[in-house]
């Protein structure tokens, strides 16, 4: 029978007889459907940009079961008679939008709108699933999701614009348990009028979307009723097998054809995610067909599970409740090994990948597994195929094993039961020895540190306890009887027990003295290898797990705590120890734990206020309508560069880029592999057209290299591109690339700023763009009575991390033309480039953007060398060529914010006041201008927010062989806030004054403000800042927060929280921008602007603008004339001097010249609409335009706007007041809280300010708590993927996040009243970072000696990023072990003197060792 893959994308079916097995399920959606919802974001499954709802078919069951899984990573072959849904199939423009699109248009959840089909498919998955729930039927219009789960079911999806908040609240608004009153603005009722009910909501119906077609049911049914058994599923034969046996499965594997093959075996596929393949394979066996891989029993002795089964299907097989399992020491160790299997991964990878494919993944590969470690403590036996051998090995020696060669198969895994008796059912080597006892009980809990709670991040390291206790009734001390300590994930080959503290404390009464010895014997154990990053912090995890695990057992502890005051939450801290019946010791560790991890819980769910002050005075200006195409945007319709189909004869193209930074290239070959076969053409240098220059960027400041000559200067520079037939094949090809290199007659690379500054590798700054100081430094530093000199501060690079990566696509044209379409930020520059490259006149170039998916500055100058190579091989190879970069290349050769380095000397009185700053600034600039020499205006700029009294400063921009630097949003700007801010902190630490005074103590007066911003300060009312700093203050309830915090953190040990209220001034520059105004004969109205929509709503604020300035002649309304406009995509040809898309006033800037445009058309219509009306009466417009063109009037116009120079520069304000909670014991900070109060004028639409003000926040975050930008020796970007940088998530945003737009009246200066909002905000992110030092500050003063003169409790600088490891650091990586050394001490004080009561201050004697 012939074979063929069958399935269905929504709706339609696919018949395939031919298919190369290693495309994926993404691969064939986006290059062989119409589809283009899925979206490419990463290729490793940590973004959700692809994820797609897969459904299956059971005929006997005749039951239908669907999970989003990413399509990025799921092979095509496997979804063989499987049904796929993807954001077009919910809804779309044809057949209507679903009722999730509608919400996100509504809720305002999508920006740039990348994520946003993926985010629809997550949050559809979750609805379904929870719909099919047996729990009652929730109220009409809900579904049966809780909110819970609905915040939840996008943890795994990235977002890189909205900051998720209104993202939450299109799923929250789903789950009947939601009060509709506090979901965020939106358009479905007026907040706080208390209309809010579900009936204004698109309505939510389970049945209405059909995730398995019929007719696809019936061919699944003849298949089973033709043959016995699922065989005949997948293909191509040759290539993709698909064993129903494991004795088939051999014969496969030892047939000819196999043994000189590059074969793999794949379950999920998921694997590739993690480990890339750079090759091709020749065959693949899909293990899923095999019924005994698959196989779930569950009886007395345990669950066995098949190696295939899902890690989502293993949660929920252990999360049910069995009747003979009444037990619960029997259902705790289940139940924890499911709530620890939910935080790996996302549901969207826990769908696809398989227990064994993880820990194969484990044994073969060093995996940092967390199924391994927690399956290791629960004492887990596996079953393994080894050609016709069978083995059961307990999972600790299958770990230990050499690693697996690629025919020995994992068949089962079998989790046995606890009974209270200890008795593990397996009874295989590894478990407990024990003598059970009856009086004895389980105790079983697992531990995770990782950069993000739920969202997709593998753990810095992860641990499983199991412990067998029992109580001595007569002296109420808890001893152990048997222990298993796991840990994994910390730099270990693969997870371990602990086996020399497990054999020390077995027998053992659990008292202070054995922790403490317990804990240094596991310190020694838990050494990860060399070279893990940040080393030290995990082994002190694995002792501060184990504290965790212990310390409300130990009892001296628990009556410690007991004496201790309770909590501010209220909850007084647990004040009784079991001493009568051993199950109260695992009831009140029970309690004792959940009760902290409640407080920790990273699922808290979000609460959030928006309060904005709307204008009516220029309608439809100043309304909250939803942003423009948003819709098409959700369902995946909206066309993004990749989504352009490919013209007839495309090629595509990936870079070959260098990885070392200073070397000449002495040649470039190509391994001899499957994928460099896939070569069609190398273009590099040698390929420029005679007339052509080797050019890739250009800026005002000068140009740069397309590709390297003879000498590379950078690692990460472009070498040449290779171009395949296929996107992936040109990708896997570059990585076959194999550069020679010599460093022969070359001094070493500047890979420093240290180094620059020694060899005084300096870009010049040209005077007109250099700042100016302020005030006599030498009379400031007089007037001090306090001085603090040199002082240093450190600032990182962060990556943009747009969910669309670089990407263009050229097409040859007619007479040496060439269109490219980029994905910029500024289609000029790019059209001067690639002519200059191609050696051809700018009207040969045309270049198009309709859309960007996210672009925070990276997609300026650092996305033209990649619309100049695209062109350069389009032009050579006389075929359209496009390139999307993958993720690794884009994070590599992209560069990102400026790293710096700073110090500082700063003078001051004894009450707070700053009299004298001086600052030199070290910018790390990379390898070439780029826009760097504007850097050291940004910086000033934003450290001018105080009053310094005189201010000087020397800026440097420094040139080292590392990939350029480049403009992010707010560059420069959060760094010179985050420096002015650092020297605040300094300030109060060293006065001991609370920082908000000493901040409130130098805010400007207007005359100051003048004095430090001339020409952009504005008139005394228009400094609204103290006005804005005082409302957060009280609204905020700072004074009252303050003190319940001091509170808090006096009754707690191990979790300390901080407060932090920040002000902000930040500078525009508005600059000439075109725009253009056409009236089409329909009446339909179209509208070129110089901006690209970028996701900033841009689109939405001129559309509104032109309905605004045209309403001067409608009759018929402005509602009427929003809907007739289209903006149109930025076309170099069509609309001349475009600019660039940046600085955050480019939308203000676009619709004043569209104001003006169509003032001029209103200027032309004026006196025919006049007439007409004198012989008409009213006038409609579509009367007044087709009149007009009987009578010839123009009815296209543009201007070219140039602001007035007195109004071109202005100054933003804004404020925000943050509240964090440390866990002192893993480094890991909650932003429990940010209040954050705006002016932005009047602004153009509330709810697009409101995005950009919150998306900007949260990117602050990012830059401040968790986006580590790490180089290796020779400069390299090793943080080069969702693996290793870590952007925020829903799960680490402010618990409870309220802002507030202030309408601050009218600004006579500002386009219509209104301010810009897009960059400011993300400076006060640093509220979180400063928040967390106070944290950190309040656990130094509790751990740390006050006389050690080398680690002062109170100043001390936190490095940005805050990471876990950086906090915990600080907060004492010993500071478990210190504290019970003085618990002992102090005790054995007591003993002595017989009359010791604890006290917290005998505590705090404790040294950082
Ligand atoms: C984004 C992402 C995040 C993740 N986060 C975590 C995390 O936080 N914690 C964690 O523990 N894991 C994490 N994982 C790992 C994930 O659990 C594994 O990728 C998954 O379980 C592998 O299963 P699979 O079925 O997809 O395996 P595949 O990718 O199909 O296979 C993986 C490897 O195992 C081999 N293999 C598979 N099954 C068998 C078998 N039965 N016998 C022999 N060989 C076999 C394959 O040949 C292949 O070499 C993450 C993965 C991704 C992609
Ligand atoms: S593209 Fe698939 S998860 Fe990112
Ligand atoms: S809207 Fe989410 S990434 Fe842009």
Redesign the pocket.
Known sequence: MERKLVFAVNGERFELAKVDPSTTLLEFLRTRTRFTGPKLGCG???CGACVVVLSTYDPVSDQVKEFSVSSC?TLLCSINFCSVITSEGLGNTKDGFHPIHQRFAGFHASQCGFCTPGMCMSLFSALVNADKTSRPEPPCGFSKITKFEAEKAIAGNLCRCTGYRPIADVCKSFAADVDLEDLGLNTFWKKGAKDANVGRLPCHDPGKICTFPEFLKSEIKCSVDILDNSKNTGLPESQWYRPSSIRELYELLNSDSFSKSRV???????????YKENDLYDKYID?KGIPE?SVIRRDSKGILFG??VT?SRAIEVLKERKESELDSNKRLVFSKIADHMDQ??SPF?RN???L???L??AQRSQFA???ATILLASGSTVCLQMASERLVLSLESFLERPPCDDR???VSIHIPSWSSAMESSSGIDGCIASEPTREANILFRTYRAAPRPLG?A??YLNSAFLAHVTLDKISGDLIILDLHLAFGAYGTEHAIRARKVEKFLVGKVMTVSVLLEALKLLKETIIPKKGTPHSRYRSSLAVAFLFKFFQPLVKDLVVLEKNGPADSSGVAAITEYPNSDINECADILSHRVSHSEQLNNPNVILSSKQLVEFSNDYHPVGEPIKKAGVEIQASGEAIYVDDIPSPKDCLSGAFVYSTTPLAWIKGIMFNSTLASQKVIAYISVNDLPKEGKNIGGSTIFGTEPLFADSLTVCAGQPLGIVVAETQRHANMAARQANVQYSTENLEPPILSIEEAVRRRSFFDVPPVVYPQKVGDLSKGMAEAEHKILSAEVKLGSQYYFYMETQTALAIPDEDNCIVVYSSSQCPETAQGVISQCLGIPNHNVRVITRRVGGGFGGKAVRAIPVATACALAAFKLRRPVRMYLDRKTDMIMTGGRHPMKINYSVGFRSDGKITALHVDIFINAGITEDISPFMPSTIIGALKKYNWGAFSFDAKVCKTNLPTKSAMRAPGEVQGSFIAEAVIEHVSSFLSMDATSVRKKNLHTHESLILFYEGSAGDAPEYTLPAVVDEVASSASYLDRLAIIRHFNSCNKWRKRGISLMPLVYQVTLRPTPGKVSILSDGSIVVEVGGVEIGQGLWTKVKQMTAYALGQLSVDGTKNLLDKVRVIQADTLSMVQGGWTAGSTTSESSCEAVRLSCNILVSRLKSLKQSLEEKMGTVSWDTLISQANMQAVNLSASTYWVPDGSSAEYLNYGSALSEVEVDILTGGTTILRTDLIYDCGQSLNPAVDLGQIEGSFVQGIGFFMYEEHVENSDGLVVSDGTWTYKIPTVDTIPKQFNVKLMKSGHHEKRVLSSKASGEPPLLLAASVHCATREAIRAARVEFFSTNDPNSSPTTFQLDVPATMPVVKELCGLNNVEKYLEAFLCAHQKMEANQVWAPREDNLADTKEG
């Open positions: 490793e499954g940590g990573l793999k075996l794949v379950v999920g596929n998921t694997g590739s995610g993690v293990l891989l190696a295939a890690i790996v991964a990878i696809m990948a398989s064994g494919g993880n194969i993944m597994s967390d199924v020995t198969i994992l997709n593998v753990a």
